[in-house]
């Protein structure tokens, strides 16, 4: 059941990705012919290649540079896919165009933030699983949607919703299969997940590449979505530790009868104490009180402030990556399968890594990684066939990127006490949000108008202290999970940082 659990992340990077194949660039050699009067009287009707209509511009009297001919002007006669990029006029970097088109695709990202601080709230008030159950019909009727989809707003509309679903859904069943397993496959069970996620890139790069309409491209990213996950609803129950902090250690029961009857053993349920129950008689769950105890507890606040940063920086790195494949590698289907196989690599180095090092030490050796990358990525040095040392850089990048996505999540599972699980979750992966909005623009617009050892170099500052922040963190890897924030402090205790 949980390892069927994992199968939510295989639909993660159509919903995240798809943008890219919908919106699909004319290329310079594609054939064109006019279809309007203005067009035409310029132009004429026959079919050309030449000049690419990007380059035909004309410049108002205040200066202003604008294309000479819009999407209504001209008809592309041998692109293989529809593209929302030529239907809404943002395939030109002429005046706001290309800013308009990475905003479709940061769209989701605000969405997700919105949605995850919802989230939080909704997973230690209403439950994992029944908060899941309804984000998932609901991002199945948002990506049906797209079929109706004409109009610029409308996708920024099911951008933004898919983001705000999505990302509720995947984060409920994280929370749901971490806190369903021992700590000893705990690791096992988080780098599953990001395994199965990098499954899903060959996934969306075939739908991008068999799929002739970028409005039913988003029809196939929703059955995929609602295929895989619908295992929640007849095999899965709500977690026995959400139970005992809402005080109902006989739901908890209930639940942990549930998961008995999947295995072989035999356990007396009926006289059994749970131990950690006596922790939560007094206690109220709610919001404010997740508040009062970061006030209460300091080290619950370092920690979930900690945990914040680098959700906020693994997400820009992450998200920059692969919003950039576009601009990184000379073709587009091989970047988003190449990043598949660096994130199955991530999954087989870094699950080991993790078991031997632990947590901590695990994270900073990545982040360490990454830094060293960036700093490689600085030289303009081609290769050739469209390839350069920043193109080669940046798939390894990605695979250490990656797996410091599944350390994070691992460990602000393990760091936070059961009352505020979802609640750091929901801050944590709230504020990566941020960064995924942020990563694009750094990749695609910040670095051809400066020099490109600025985002670069800054990237690898970023990691640097992505480093550090995860030497500070406490090392929960030979720890169980704890129950409230009183706990936090207790963990903390003589504890001593060691590289």
Same mark, same amino acid.
């Given at each position: ?8 992340? =295989? ?33 004429g009707? &026959?079919s050309r ?11 108002d ?46 769209? #989701? $990202? ?6 995850? =601080?919802?989230?939080? #709230? ?39 919703f ?5 990302f ?13 397993v021992?700590?000893? @496959? ?6 599953l997940?990001?395994?199965?996620w ?19 491209? #988003? ?30 250690p ?33 206690r ?9 105890d ?27 990556f ?10 587009? @289907? ?12 991530? $999954?087989?180095? !870094? !699950? ?11 994270m ?7 830094s ?7 030289? &303009? !040095? &081609? ?6 040392? &920043? ?17 994070? @999540?691992?460990?602000?599972g393990? !760091? ?24 694009? #623009? ?5 670095k051809?108008?400066?020099?490109? %050892? ?14 550090? %922040? ?18 936090v ?11």
């Open positions: 059941m949980i390892v069927a659990m994992s199968l939510v992340w =295989i639909g993660g990077p159509s919903s995240v990705y798809i943008t890219s194949f919908a919106a699909l660039t004319p290329k310079k050699n594609d054939t064109w012919r006019c279809v309007s009067e203005k067009c035409i009287s310029t132009m009707n &026959e290649t030449t000049p690419y209509p990007c380059e035909y511009v004309q410049a009297e205040d200066g202003n540079v604008d294309l000479v001919f819009g999407p209504e002007d001209i008809e592309w006669t041998e692109m293989k896919h529809t593209s929302f990029a030529v239907e809404f006029d943002v395939y030109c970097d002429v005046g706001p165009r290309k800013m308009k088109k990475t905003l479709i695709s940061s769209m #989701y $990202f605000p969405g997700a933030l919105i949605g995850l =601080i919802l989230g939080g #709230y909704l997973f230690d008030n209403v439950g994992r699983r029944a908060t899941a159950m309804v984000t998932i019909i609901s991002s199945f009727l948002v990506h049906l949607s797209a079929v109706f989809c004409h109009d610029f707003n409308f996708l920024l509309a099911i951008r933004f898919q983001g705000f679903l999505e509720i859904t995947t984060t409920a069943i994280i929370i749901l299969q971490l806190e369903l021992s700590n000893k @496959y705990r690791n096992l069970i988080n780098g997940g990001g395994l199965f990098a499954f899903g890139y060959p996934i969306v790069s075939a739908i991008g590449y068999l799929i002739p309409s970028w409005n039913y491209m #988003y029809v196939a990213a929703a059955v995929l979505g609602l295929v895989t996950r619908l295992n929640l609803f007849f095999f899965a129950r709500e977690s026995p530790r959400f139970y005992l902090v809402k005080r109902d006989k739901s908890a029961k209930e639940s942990f009868k549930f998961l008995e009857s999947l295995t072989t053993a035999n356990l007396d349920l009926e006289h059994t104490k749970i131990v950690d129950e006596g922790k939560t008689e007094s109220t769950q709610n919001l404010g009180q997740q508040l009062k970061l006030i209460r507890y300091p080290s619950l606040l370092k920690e979930t402030f900690l945990v914040t940063f680098l959700w906020f920086c693994i997400a820009m790195f992450f998200y920059g692969n919003f950039g494949w576009g601009e990184i590698v000379p073709d587009l @289907y091989i970047g988003y399968v190449v990043s598949g196989c660096g994130e199955s690599i991530a $999954f087989f180095v !870094v !699950v080991p890594l993790i078991q031997k090092t632990g947590r901590r030490r695990a900073m050796i990545l982040h360490m990684l990454a060293l990358i960036f700093l490689l990525a600085i030289p &303009e !040095v &081609e290769i050739g066939g469209g390839w350069s040392l &920043e193109s080669i850089c940046c798939l390894f990048g990605v695979t250490f990127v990656a797996g410091c996505f599944t350390g994070i @999540y691992l460990m602000t393990e !760091v936070a006490p059961n009352s505020h699980r979802g609640f750091m979750y929901g801050v944590g992966s709230g504020a990566a949000r941020i960064g995924s909005f942020i990563g694009p #623009y750094i990749f695609n617009n910040l051809p108008v400066t020099h490109r %050892a600025v985002p670069f170099g800054g990237l690898a500052i970023i990691s640097f202290l992505c480093a550090l %922040a995860a030497f500070l963190l406490v090392e929960t890897g030979d720890k169980e999970m704890i129950c409230v924030a009183a706990d402090e207790t963990r903390r205790k003589g504890y001593k940082y060691r590289l």
